[in-house]
């Protein structure tokens, strides 16, 4: 029976814009060249790929597609492809496997499951959930009477930058293939192999799988939240400064201008409070959305490799994420008072670090209302989508009321007129977003890989 391959270079995902860029173009175009000159001689090549998932409803897309099959065609006869997720494209007429009168092939078939998940295909990590979607997929391509389909991967595969949506433990390795890295065989491979052989495949177990969020959640929402609330109903003095900084702001960062009595240990235990909310916020959203291709491409365009390598090990881990992430964000707000105290010395009063990290830490006191948010966002998201908007709503208004006490308490500390403070405050914010976005937007051409990925969800949708 033999195997036929249909090779195509590593192009994935990329805007129109980019496309038809000529340096670009010479890129791919070297790929092209040294894939066919490399190969053309083996009997067992089937077709010639392009490219994958690129953008096609723009004219830029069809440029690069025609150049490149030319540049095929002057090489080798065989067939030109490409692999698209919209049929909305204009350029599908340009290649020899495509759509509409031509061979319709499903070109992805399988997703990443957990290897070693042996919970039946209730679970949708499970091989045996893999195998079942084996098996819908082929009925669904007898049915419609189209060519075929091709499995994601023969075997699982290392990728060489880490992605988010892999289940298999390892950033950098898919799992999507019949076999493991390993070539041991799950049970997609013995469902294809029955259906080639035209044999009756064996049932698979359902199992007693149920989509629980993780505990972990609830116990750090519940730890943060007696705490809190046990020194605030047990200590006099805390009660006092969480009373007097919400409701008589002006007069608590008064008197810590003043050096009036204020606990170090309450400041450090707030800032510990507000740090393992955060996080635990942070681990539920990041859980919730570690499945989309989307918001994988997004932490790509925003982190370098390492780092995201490292969110991503963390991500599939709740409890190193709550753990490691909260005392990121102790330190960031450690960095942020040394920051405001610095600034400090644009006035004329006298500041001390105490100011600068006392203002900084109980400016941050709003955030212990996200408290319970924590125990129960992730659990809300699994069953709606509904909450999102107006928690992240909720979330921007006290970020923003936070920010303002922040800028008050600077402004008291300072001695200096509030309105110049806030002036100021918002002005530096924004001067800093808008040199990071220009750098990534020079650097990785981010606002058309958002546009792209926009569009990508408008198709998909």
Not at 100 to 124: A, F
Not at 210 to 218: F, G, H, K, Q, T
Request: proline share 4%; hydrophobic share 45%.
């Amino acid at each position: 029976y033999g195997l036929l391959a249909m090779e195509e270079i590593p192009l994935v995902g990329v805007p129109s814009e980019i496309l038809r860029k000529d340096y670009y173009q010479e890129l791919a175009a070297n790929y092209i060249r040294e894939m066919v000159w490399r190969d053309k001689h083996h009997a067992c090549v089937l077709a010639w790929g392009i490219g994958d998932g690129f953008e096609i409803t723009l004219a830029g897309g069809c440029d690069y597609v025609n150049g490149m099959r030319n540049i095929i065609r002057s090489l080798d006869p065989r067939s030109v492809y490409f692999a698209g997720g919209s049929t909305k494209g204009l350029c599908w007429e340009a290649v020899d496997l495509a759509v509409v009168d031509k061979p319709i092939l499903v070109t992805q078939l399988s997703r990443d499951i957990e290897p070693g998940n042996h919970n039946g295909y209730s679970d949708p990590l499970s091989m045996e959930s893999q195998a079942r979607l084996s098996t819908q997929f082929f009925e669904a391509i007898r049915d419609a009477k189209i060519v075929g389909g091709i499995f994601a991967g023969f075997s699982d595969w290392r990728s060489d930058r880490p992605i988010l949506s892999t289940h298999s433990h390892d950033p950098y390795v898919h799992s999507m293939g019949i076999v493991t890295l390993d070539r041991d065989k799950r049970p997609s491979f013995d469902v294809t192999r029955t259906v080639f052989n035209g044999e009756k495949a064996q049932a698979l177990p359902i199992g007693n799988y149920s989509s629980n969020a993780p505990m972990i959640y609830v116990v750090a929402g519940i730890l943060v939240l007696i705490s809190f609330f046990s020194l605030y109903n047990s200590n006099r003095r805390f009660r006092e400064c969480v009373n007097r900084s919400l409701f008589r702001t002006y007069n608590f960062f008064a008197d810590v201008r003043d050096q009036r009595i204020l606990s170090n240990g309450h400041t450090v235990f707030l800032a510990m409070i507000v740090s393992v909310t955060w996080a635990t916020i942070l681990s539920s959203i990041f859980s919730h959305y570690r499945d989309s291709v989307v918001f994988d491409n997004v932490l790509s365009q925003f982190l370098p490799d390492s780092p995201k390598e490292g969110l991503v090990r963390l991500i599939w881990s709740p409890v190193k994420f709550i753990v490691v992430v909260s005392g990121v964000l102790f330190l960031a707000l450690c960095v942020l008072s040394i920051m405001v105290r610095i600034l400090s010395i644009t006035s004329k009063a006298r500041v001390y670090f105490y100011h600068c990290f006392s203002i900084t830490m109980w400016s941050m006191l709003p955030y212990v209302i996200f408290i319970p948010v924590a125990m129960v966002l992730y659990r809300l998201s699994m069953e709606t989508e509904t909450y999102i908007v107006p928690i992240v709503v909720a979330i921007g208004v006290v970020s923003l009321w936070v920010l303002a006490r922040l800028l008050k308490g600077v402004s008291i500390v300072y001695n200096v007129f509030p309105l110049k403070v806030y002036f100021l405050g918002f002005l530096i914010i924004i001067v800093a977003t808008a040199a990071l976005y220009s750098y990534l937007d020079y650097t990785r051409s981010t606002s058309l890989y958002l546009r792209y990925f926009m569009q990508a969800m408008k198709h998909s949708a």
